[in-house]
């Protein structure tokens, strides 16, 4: 089993272009396996982690109601924000600067079969390391993602979740709020869930701005300790954009 895992942060980019970065890897990998599987050869499977920030861009869920969508065309247009209909689970959420969004391409059967389990882990990763920043975050029983407050009147939303998942092979992933603006997501029901509220981490540290450079690299080391895996740069030869 490889649990060596490609890193590869991509700055700014556009939500379509990566979906389709994605989609090339995703299907990589599931080709590779059903060659395996086929020709009963036994070459390792790759694992690929993306880091991504995305222009103002929404998105819904195959699963999602579309009436969560509080704008038409031409108000999206004039916030300077697109809309996405994709292949995650999930309902509607909002991406924009100042998120850092993780998506994990993992041959689960390189770690585990499980996809329960995986979200939990994607959940646990976030809420230890928004324990490195004095919060206590935890799950909220049938809605995906980090929450803070919860069971109260004052429950939030911190990092939203979505994945898709085919032989084994995942892709999409979350999204965790650092120095958003919330205003964006005035504009949706997130995840078509009423009356909870959204957060950001500056928000609730009470600051300007935070250091995404080590978000990420506290949900790295926490991602790494519970997949017990390894992270190395994306190769010269690998993938690119």
Same mark, same amino acid.
């Given at each position: 089993?490889?649990k060596t ?45 993306? &880091?991504? @920030?995305?222009?103002?861009?929404? %998105? *819904?869920?195959?699963? =999602?109601?579309? $009436?969560?969508?509080?704008?038409? !065309? ?46 939990? &882990?994607? @959940?646990?990763?976030?809420i230890l %390391? *928004?324990?490195?920043? =004095?919060?206590? $975050?935890?799950?909220?029983?049938? !809605? ?54 959204? %957060? ?42």
């Amino acid at each position: 089993m490889n649990k060596t895992i490609q890193l590869q942060d991509l700055g700014l980019r556009d939500y379509k272009e990566t979906w389709d970065y994605q989609e090339t890897i995703f299907k990589d990998i599931v080709d590779l396996k059903i060659r395996n599987r086929r020709e009963e050869t036994d070459l390792e499977t790759p694992n690929h982690f993306l &880091f991504v @920030e995305h222009p103002h861009v929404y %998105t *819904l869920g195959k699963s =999602g109601d579309a $009436s969560n969508m509080l704008l038409n !065309e031409k108000q999206l247009e004039a916030k300077g924000a697109t809309f996405y209909k994709i292949n995650r689970g999930g309902d509607i959420t909002y991406h924009g600067p100042g998120q850092i969004v993780g998506y994990p391409i993992l041959d689960l059967e390189n770690f585990f079969t499980d996809i329960h389990k995986y979200l939990r &882990f994607l @959940e646990e990763a976030i809420i230890l %390391t *928004l324990k490195d920043y =004095g919060l206590e $975050s935890a799950r909220s029983e049938g !809605e995906t993602g980090v929450w803070l407050d919860v069971g109260t009147p004052f429950a939030r939303k911190i990092c939203a979740m979505g994945v898709r998942a085919s032989r084994w092979v995942t892709m999409h992933g979350f999204a965790l709020n650092v120095n958003v603006d919330l205003g964006y997501f005035d504009n949706i029901i997130p995840c078509g869930i009423r009356g909870k509220a959204v %957060t950001s981490l500056n928000v609730e540290l009470g600051v300007a701005k935070i250091d995404e450079a080590q978000v990420k690299e506290r949900i790295l080391r926490h991602f790494a300790d519970l997949f017990e895996c390894t992270f190395v740069p994306e190769t010269q030869s690998s993938k690119v954009l």
